[in-house]
């Protein structure tokens, strides 16, 4: 079965109390069950989130030993600073779909910075938790047999 790993960093749990003009109001597990429900039938998804640089490494390794077909990642604030989970990233091989809520390319200059993107197949970004939905709808498609 084809299987989807879903990786929110740092301050992602705390959506709903972040900026709303830049991340919407939905919560983390609301964006979660959206995704889930968006989802082919015969395809498996894991949620997993953390606030630390090395947890989110460490979860990359294990999909590259695990082999999922697809990782999809919201690095947060990491994304303009991670050469770890560049790097972690380059050694999967399934398809990986870089996300974010806001448009991460339009803010502060230190935003414009990006470790992720040449990692990365596509991305999905500033339509805050459609970006999320994007990202499965592609791999709906993508992952069809
Ligand atoms: C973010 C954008 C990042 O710059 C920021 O640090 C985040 C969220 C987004 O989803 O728009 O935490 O990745």
């Known amino acids: 079965m084809k299987s989807i790993l879903v990786i929110n960093g740092p301050n992602l749990n705390m959506l709903g109390k972040r900026p709303k ?7 983390l597990d609301e964006i979660n069950d959206l995704m889930y429900k968006e ?7 894991e949620f997993y989130q953390s606030n630390s640089e090395g947890d989110i490494v460490t979860k990359i390794q ?4 695990n082999s999922y077909s697809a990782i999809i ?7 303009h600073t991670s050469v770890a989970i560049h790097d972690a990233l380059e050694m999967f091989t399934g398809l990986k779909i870089e996300v974010h809520l806001s448009k991460v390319d339009e803010r ?3 935003r414009k910075i990006n470790f992720v993107r040449d990692v990365c ?14 990202a499965i709808r ?8």
């Open 108 to 110: 502060e200059d230190f």
């Open 73 to 79: 990642i919201n690095p947060g604030a990491y994304t």
């Open 138 to 145: 592609y791999l709906n498609e993508s992952l069809k047999d």
């Open 39 to 45: 989802l082919a039938l015969d395809i498996k998804i």
């Open 21 to 27: 003009e830049h991340y919407g109001t939905k919560t």
């Open 121 to 134: 197949d596509k991305t999905f970004s500033g339509k805050k938790e459609e970006s999320y939905l994007d």
């Open 62 to 65: 294990e999909a590259v030993l």
